[in-house]
């Protein structure tokens, strides 16, 4: 029997107490994306986190027993202000995550819909992501495009930090 969205309820914001929660979600979504264990990363993903966590806004879905069954976290960055615009800034979401028995369900999405609502009551003006191949449908139907054709990067390694 597949359960229902409506029974799993979505945090507005996590908090320090949510650290080991959030831990446990990444370190699933790193297996689930094929990257071996590590001891010790737990404990190193919640101090991480919630040493800095007004940085990084997060989100949890849980079940209605508590159990955590996915989650979004971002990263807030904000622009000074110049004589051509005001200050403002923009959240890169760097993961979203809905254990596997749960995709597909409508937890994603109400993640999601969550962060984006937080976005524009933040003061907010854009919401960006980097897209997975398979997530791209989905983020396209949550109404994300492409962004203009100025923005660039420059990749300094092809490594990922700690790896």
Known sequence: MSEQPGQIGIARCADRNDALAMAALNLRWDRDGGAPP??????????????????Y???????ADGDPVGFAVGVVARSLPSLRHGAGGWLHLSRLFVVPDLQGQGVGARLLDTVIR???DSGLYRVQLNATDQARAFYRRAGFGSPQDTLMQLVLTDRLPGS
């Open 38 to 55: 590590r001891t010790g990363f737990l404990d190193e993903f919640a101090d991480a986190w919630s040493s800095d966590a007004d940085h």
């Open 57 to 63: 806004p997060a989100w949890l879905a849980r079940r």
């Open 118 to 120: 937080w976005s524009v």
